[in-house]
């Protein structure tokens, strides 16, 4: 089952590197030139190049399959499938402290590759395991232009364009996760920290509350034990989606009467805090050429977030 791989795998993922792969941002090598001519010859070689790129921070990129249909340079539809992908938990660590990426530059061999757009793009990938924790994600994009590149050396590349004067691509991406696969992902994530103190948690409960479409309160509690020993443990922040779309982290209390347990909270309070000092940019985690207009919480049984491009 993909569960039991993502979870066997988790946290450093097995196969998976530690570093990022070293392609520039928006180039995608798909082969030998010349550039694909048929919608397989396209998914077969789209979903290589996808798998390459994520191998370095996602597990299961076997798993990744793709339909397309072609129609002359245009990519007409495209659908991409990444159910059972496992993405580590450093890599998501990463994501969080990662700095606001910069705007990147027009590439000179885009302007002399030959013009294309997917018209239309569908992504889904359910479950998607991130950092052990079960989730459901899914993507659409209108007309996202890029351009065939001939690099002369005999390799083809999609280039999608930063700039370059074609309109913003439309669409969204909508990331959820059940209340029950969190609270039991966060059990699996706190068993890992807590077993070599010879503690281990019990009875978590997660609240989350909203304030607003753009803010929501969390409230997490456990009963942590020790031998027979048992106590509780609190930590609850203030998450919210500022005007440029920066996640911030505010009003942090991590708080337990057992000094064992205390002793592991303040590692929890420091990384809450450092992401709250410097936020987490929401669009940086976006392909490139897109860009968040708009990002809401959803707040039940079942929790998202979902970003609007354009």
């Keep these: 089952m993909a569960h039991e791989t993502a979870l066997a795998a988790d946290p450093m993922l097995s196969g998976v590197a530690s570093q990022a792969p070293a392609a520039p941002a928006g180039i995608l090598p798909i082969g030998r030139a010349p550039r694909p001519t048929t919608g397989d010859d396209f998914a077969q070689r789209l979903s290589l190049a996808l798998a390459d790129l994520?191998?370095?921070?996602?597990?299961?990129?076997?798993?990744?399959?793709?339909?397309?249909?072609?129609?002359?340079?245009?990519?007409?539809?495209?659908?991409?499938?990444?159910?059972?992908?496992?993405?580590?938990?450093?890599?998501?660590r990463r994501a969080l402290d990662a700095e606001p990426a910069a705007t990147p530059s027009v590439r000179p061999e885009a302007a002399l590759g030959e013009p294309a757009e997917v018209r239309s793009g569908r992504l889904v990938a359910s479950p998607l395991f991130v950092a052990g924790i079960a989730a459901d994600l899914r993507a659409e994009v209108d007309a996202l232009p890029f351009a065939w590149v001939d690099t002369g050396d005999g390799t083809a590349l999609a280039d999608v364009e930063p700039g370059a004067g074609r309109?913003?691509?439309?669409?969204?991406?909508?990331?959820?996760?059940?209340?029950?696969?969190?609270?039991?992902?966060?059990?699996?994530?706190?068993?890992?920290?807590?077993?070599?103190?010879?503690?281990?948690?019990?009875?978590?409960?997660?609240?989350?509350?909203?304030?607003?479409?753009?803010?929501?309160?969390?409230?997490?509690?456990?009963?942590?034990?020790?031998?027979?020993?048992?106590?509780?443990?609190?930590?609850?922040?203030?998450?919210?989606?500022?005007?440029?779309?920066?996640?911030?982290?505010?009003?942090?209390?991590?708080?337990?009467?057992?000094?064992?347990?205390?002793?592991?909270?303040?590692?929890?309070?420091?990384?809450?805090?450092?992401?709250?000092?410097?936020?987490?940019?929401?669009?940086?985690?976006?392909?490139?050429?897109?860009?968040?207009?708009?990002?809401?919480?959803?707040?039940?049984?079942?929790?998202?977030?979902?970003?609007?491009?354009?």
Excluded: W, Y
Excluded at 242 to 248: E, K, S
Excluded at 302 to 310: D, E, H, I, M, S
């Design 54 to 92: 994520m191998r370095p921070f996602v597990a299961n990129t076997d798993r990744l399959g793709a339909r397309a249909v072609l129609d002359g340079a245009d990519v007409a539809g495209l659908d991409i499938d990444g159910s059972g992908l496992a993405v580590s938990g450093s890599a998501v």
């Design 167 to 310: 309109p913003m691509p439309t669409g969204h991406v909508r990331l959820a996760v059940g209340r029950q696969a969190l609270i039991d992902g966060v059990h699996r994530i706190a068993t890992r920290v807590l077993a070599p103190r010879g503690l281990r948690p019990t009875d978590i409960d997660i609240e989350i509350t909203a304030r607003g479409p753009r803010s929501a309160v969390v409230d997490a509690s456990a009963r942590i034990k020790a031998g027979v020993l048992a106590a509780s443990a609190r930590v609850g922040v203030t998450l919210s989606v500022d005007d440029a779309n920066m996640l911030r982290v505010a009003d942090v209390t991590v708080t337990s009467r057992n000094p064992l347990v205390a002793a592991v909270l303040p590692a929890v309070r420091r990384r809450l805090d450092r992401i709250g000092d410097a936020g987490v940019d929401l669009a940086a985690m976006l392909a490139p050429r897109l860009r968040l207009v708009d990002v809401r919480l959803e707040v039940g049984e079942t929790l998202a977030v979902t970003g609007t491009f354009g």
